[in-house]
T-cell receptor, first 110, second 114 residues
Framework: GQQVMQIPQYQHVQEGEDFTTYCNSS?????IQWYKQRPGGHPVFLIQ?????EVKKQKRLTFQFGEAKKNSSLHITATQTTDVGTYFC??????????FGQGTTLQVKP | DGGITQSPKYLFRKEGQNVTLSCEQN?????MYWYRQDPGQGLRLIYY???????QKGDIAEGYSVSREKKESFPLTVTSAQKNPTAFYLC?????????????FGPGTRLTVT
């Protein structure tokens, strides 16, 4: 079935360092969404990417969708302790259904 | 996210008992979803419903059942047939007809079965 692979599973960084998580699929993605889940919390929507090669920014977060629409990445510049959590990518379908990647858990050392 | 409630936050049950988790939304969304999350893992889709009185199985529907009698409500029953029911259960809703088909999640119910 459909599968979205996300790497790495865990990442520990020093505050101020950059962080990147990658999402890959063997098939073309219709769109990709990114969510953040704080420890003990629930996933919260960050962004949706639809177009090939699309790049969107939210303050220190940069989201990219690959030219072939088979991969995506989330890059955080100069991490802060508030960035701690698990970041999920998810392939979205017209029905509203999502297929989630396994997530990348980010730990930030102050 | 505001607009979706799940109760209770923590639920404890004995093995062999069925248990129903509630999910209510006031966002007027047509579609609702149930996910299961295990430690260190992603979200796996259990059931979803695109409209009242209709629902479809997700990837791990065995041992679960749902109903969608009202637009606002999508309760999930974890039956005694579910072999490993202890997990974090998340309910979500969305409005697929809108441009961005984001999902709004409830706070979740942490179920422990002993």
């Amino acid at each position: 079935g459909q599968q979205v692979m996300q790497i790495p599973q865990y990442q520990h960084v020093q505050e101020g360092e950059d962080f990147t998580t990658y999402c890959n699929s063997s098939t073309t993605l219709s769109n990709i969404q990114w969510y953040k889940q704080r420890p003990g919390g629930h996933p919260v929507f960050l962004i949706q990417l639809v177009k090939s090669g699309e790049v969107k920014k939210q303050k220190r977060l940069t989201f990219q969708f690959g030219e072939a629409k088979k991969n995506s990445s989330l890059h955080i510049t100069a991490t802060q302790t508030t960035d701690v959590g698990t970041y999920f990518c998810a392939e979205g379908f017209n029905t509203g259904k999502l297929i989630f990647g396994q997530g990348t858990t980010l730990q930030v050392k102050p | 996210d505001g607009g979706i409630t799940q109760s209770p936050k923590y639920l404890f049950r004995k093995e062999g008992q069925n248990v129903t988790l509630s999910c209510e939304q006031n966002l007027n969304h047509d579609a609702m979803y149930w996910y299961r999350q295990d430690p260190g893992q992603g979200l796996r889709l259990i059931y979803y419903s695109q409209i009242v009185n209709d629902f479809q199985k997700g990837d791990i529907a065995e041992g679960y059942s749902v109903s969608r009698e009202k637009k606002e409500s999508f309760p999930l029953t974890v039956t005694s047939a579910q072999k490993n029911p202890t997990a974090f259960y998340l309910c979500a809703s969305s409005a697929p007809t809108s441009g961005t088909i984001r999902q709004y999640f409830g706070p979740g119910t942490r179920l422990t079965v002993t």
